[in-house]
């Protein structure tokens, strides 16, 4: 079962930035929390991880709470390619051997 | 460096016939997972193999379904007598060995959307 809680949907304005949150409260200690996204019809993408620190990449950022028990993707400028479903996940770092668990994610639409 | 190849993208069958799905993993990975997103829903995961081993078959269905990932060439996902149920996406994804290698996550395929007439 998944281990985090997301809002099934979201919208966004384009040009603006895409704030979607996520609940794991029972992350443990060697758990790190990562993002995929889904565009319709296509495989999952990898967005971003991160253990406690906040993290940026070039496709978003990844804002953690001090307790670890949420977190925030954030898209600075959604354009309408970002439309997806957006899963964010926990997992251990120990082995190649930790699938990954997907839950409902949450659907963002970005509109024009 | 190409991706993770999954073919065919898509595929129909009659109930009764058999389906082949084939992965081959980003160059330098050994280990594959496949997934199957049924419509309108998330992605569950099926099973994960090294070359030669079957790791955890623990989302396999019971029957019908097997995989294997051959020294050599592809891995494979293989659905016996299908049946309209069995319609669905099927993701497979690939990762290197190493704790570090893993550390940004999996490589998903586009995926075979199998269609069951």
């Known amino acids: 079962d998944a281990k985090t809680t997301q809002p099934p949907s979201m919208d966004c304005a384009e040009g603006r930035a895409a704030n979607l949150p996520c609940n794991h409260s029972?992350?443990?200690?060697?758990?790190?929390v990562y993002w995929y996204r889904q565009i319709h019809s296509q495989g999952p993408q990898y967005i971003i991880h991160?253990?406690?620190n906040n993290e940026t990449n070039e496709m978003a950022s990844l804002i953690i709470t001090e307790d670890r028990k949420s977190s925030t993707l954030i898209l600075p400028h959604a354009t309408l390619r970002d439309t997806a479903v957006y899963y964010c996940?926990?997992?251990?770092?120990?082995?190649?051997?930790?699938?990954?668990?997907f839950g409902g994610g949450t659907r963002l639409m970005v509109k024009p | 460096n190409a991706g993770v190849m999954q073919n065919p993208r898509h595929l129909v069958r009659r109930r009764g016939q058999e389906a082949r799905l084939r992965c081959s993993p980003m160059?330098?990975?050994?280990?594959v997972y496949w997934y199957r997103q049924l419509p309108e829903e998330g992605l569950k995961f099926m099973v994960y193999?090294?070359?030669?081993?079957?790791?955890?078959e623990s989302g396999m269905p019971k029957e019908r379904f097997s995989a294997e990932f051959p020294k050599e060439g592809p891995s494979i996902l293989r659905i016996q007598q299908v049946v309209r149920g069995d319609s669905a996406a099927y993701f497979c994804a690939s990762s290197p060995s190493s704790p570090t290698g893993t550390l940004y996550g999996y490589t998903f395929g586009s995926g075979t959307r199998l269609t069951v007439v």
């Open positions: 160059k330098g990975h050994s280990h």
């Open positions: 193999l090294q070359k030669e081993n079957i790791i955890d």
């Open positions: 996940i926990v997992r251990p770092l120990n082995n190649a051997g930790n699938m990954l668990t």
């Open positions: 029972t992350i443990s200690g060697n758990e790190y």
């Open positions: 991160g253990l406690k």
